[in-house]
T-cell receptor
Framework: GDSVTQMEGPVTLSEEAFLTINCTYT??????LFWYVQYPGEGLQLLLK?????DKGSNKGFEATYRKETTSFHLEKGSVQVSDSAVYFC?????????????FGKGTRLHILP | GAVVSQHPSRVICKSGTSVKIECRSL??????MFWYRQFPKQSLMLMAT?????????EQGVEKDKFLINHASLTLSTLTVTSAHPEDSSFYIC????????????FGPGTRLTVT
C-alpha cells in the first residue's frame, strides 16, 4: 500500500541555519504530495503542496519539489526562525483511486534555537 | 481561506460516559469529512471517512459502535466517543474536503480528550 517515510526527529538547528527534512513515498499511482505543519497544541495547517512531477510547492520561505524519479518531496528552507519550531508532516493523497485519504508520515519535530 | 472548527477544544470526562465532538466547515460545504486520532508525538491515524447523508466508512481496527460518526449536513459532522475509557484519551482532529475541491483537505484545530 501507499506509504510515506520521513526523517526522524527531533531536528535541532540554530536560527538562520539551512533546513532539510527528507521525505520519500511509495504509491501505486500518481499522488499529490503535501507538507503540513503542526504548531504546539494546534491542528494541522497545510504548508505547501505539489500535484505533479517537477512541481515546486512553496510558502513562507519553505519549498519542496516533487521528484518522481526518486519518489521524494524533501522540505527545505534557507534560513529558519525560532517561530518555525513545530512538527512537520509529509503526506500524500491519491485522488484518482476514488477516495481521497491522506497518508501521513510520522512527523519530524523541529526545534530552532535563538 | 477555508476554515474548519471543532468544539470543544478540550474536554475531560469520567470513565464510562460519552463525549460528543463537533466538526464544522465554516465557509464552505463539505460532502466528505475525515476523523483522525493522534497519539503523543505520533502521526495522525485515520479513523473514519464521513459522507453527508450516509454511513461513515471506518478504517480497519476502529470500533464503529464505540466511535459513532454522524454527518447530518454539508457543514457538520460529529464524533461521539461512547463509554469512554482512559485509553481513549487522545487528540482528535477532523478535516473536511470542499465540495468543489479536488485534492485539498482542511483541518480543524483538534480536540483534546482526557478520560479520568
Amino acid at each position: 500500500g501507499d506509504s510515506v517515510t520521513q526523517m526522524e526527529g527531533p531536528v535541532t538547528l540554530s536560527e538562520e541555519a539551512f533546513l532539510t527534512i527528507n521525505c520519500t513515498y511509495t504509491a501505486t499511482g500518481y499522488p499529490s504530495l503535501f507538507w503540513y505543519v503542526q504548531y504546539p497544541g494546534e491542528g494541522l495547517q497545510l504548508l505547501l503542496k505539489a500535484t505533479k512531477a517537477d512541481d515546486k510547492g512553496s510558502n513562507k520561505g519553505f519549498e519542496a519539489t516533487y521528484r518522481k524519479e526518486t519518489t521524494s518531496f524533501h522540505l527545505e528552507k534557507g534560513s529558519v526562525q525560532v517561530s518555525d519550531s513545530a512538527v512537520y508532516f509529509c503526506a500524500l493523497s491519491e485522488m484518482g483511486r476514488g477516495d481521497d485519504k491522506i497518508i501521513f508520515g510520522k512527523g519530524t519535530r523541529l526545534h530552532i534555537l535563538p | 481561506g477555508a476554515v474548519v472548527s471543532q468544539h470543544p477544544s478540550r474536554v475531560i470526562c469520567k470513565s464510562g460516559t460519552s463525549v460528543k465532538i463537533e466538526c464544522r466547515s465554516l465557509d464552505f460545504q463539505a460532502t466528505t469529512m475525515f476523523w483522525y486520532r493522534q497519539f503523543p508525538k505520533q502521526s495522525l491515524m485515520l479513523m473514519a471517512t464521513s459522507n453527508e447523508g450516509s454511513k461513515a466508512t471506518y478504517e480497519q481496527g476502529v470500533e464503529k459502535d464505540k466511535f459513532l460518526i454522524n454527518h447530518a449536513s454539508l457543514t457538520l459532522s460529529t464524533l461521539t466517543v461512547t463509554s469512554a475509557h482512559p485509553e481513549d484519551s487522545s487528540f482528535y482532529i477532523c478535516s473536511a474536503r470542499d465540495q468543489g475541491g479536488v485534492v485539498e483537505q482542511y483541518f480543524g484545530p483538534g480536540t483534546r480528550l482526557t478520560v479520568t
